[in-house]
């Protein structure tokens, strides 16, 4: 395969792999890649996986490709709770859940942070479409009961301070109910207890 044949095959694609590549023809060879890196055509995003040098880079696209070059996954705590406009925006990395172990990879398009959650825990996100891309996104519930989960620091007042949420974003937008209902499946008390905390944290501040 040519060059423009294969750019024409996989035009469509955001972020493609070798596997990908195969699927179309099976007896590629993997030498390819290194000569189109070379010739500045694709780039190496991490192992195995590789977008287009010309790529235009927004929200959207990064959050594609965090679902697709470390799978399964979803985006959620700090990069998912900004999206949603309840902490500031600042440079997170990319932040997803993952059933697989924690990763961070540092890329020529940024920072893919992956935390480990159990496979229980593998719900709550949402399929979106926006500019054409496909992601997986944790819903504001999701996003916030994760982040706890994994930083159990988060207690009290200095702690819960320190996240900068947006009151008035965090009561119109989260539902007390899903979130209970999500709380059972962690099957934490103490985690319910620091729930609980926030919610009367918040709407006393």
Not at 93 to 116: D, M
């Amino acid at each position: 395969m040519q060059y423009l044949e294969f750019q024409k095959a996989f035009n469509n694609f955001t972020v493609f792999s070798l596997a990908d590549i195969r699927q179309v023809e099976p007896g590629f060879y993997r030498r390819r890649l290194n000569e189109w890196q070379e010739k500045g055509h694709i780039k190496k995003i991490i192992k195995g996986w590789y977008i287009f040098s010309g790529l235009a880079l927004n929200e959207s696209v990064l959050f594609e490709v965090a679902n697709r070059i470390y799978s399964p996954s979803y985006i959620s705590f700090e990069m998912a709770l900004a999206y949603y406009g309840l902490i500031p925006e600042s440079v997170y990395g990319i932040t997803s859940a993952s059933t697989r172990k924690t990763s961070h990879f540092r890329t020529p398009i940024g920072e893919f942070i992956y935390r480990t959650i159990r496979p229980r825990l593998y719900f709550g996100f949402e399929l979106l479409k926006n500019n054409g891309k496909l992601f997986r996104l944790a819903s504001p519930e999701k996003a916030f009961l994760d982040l706890f989960y994994i930083k159990t620091e988060l207690r009290e007042d200095t702690g819960f301070a320190g996240l900068r949420i947006n009151r008035g974003a965090f009561l119109k937008l989260m539902d007390r109910g899903r979130m209970n209902e999500y709380l059972g499946a962690y099957a934490k008390k103490s985690l319910k207890r620091r729930i609980d905390s926030f919610w009367e944290y918040i709407r006393n501040a």
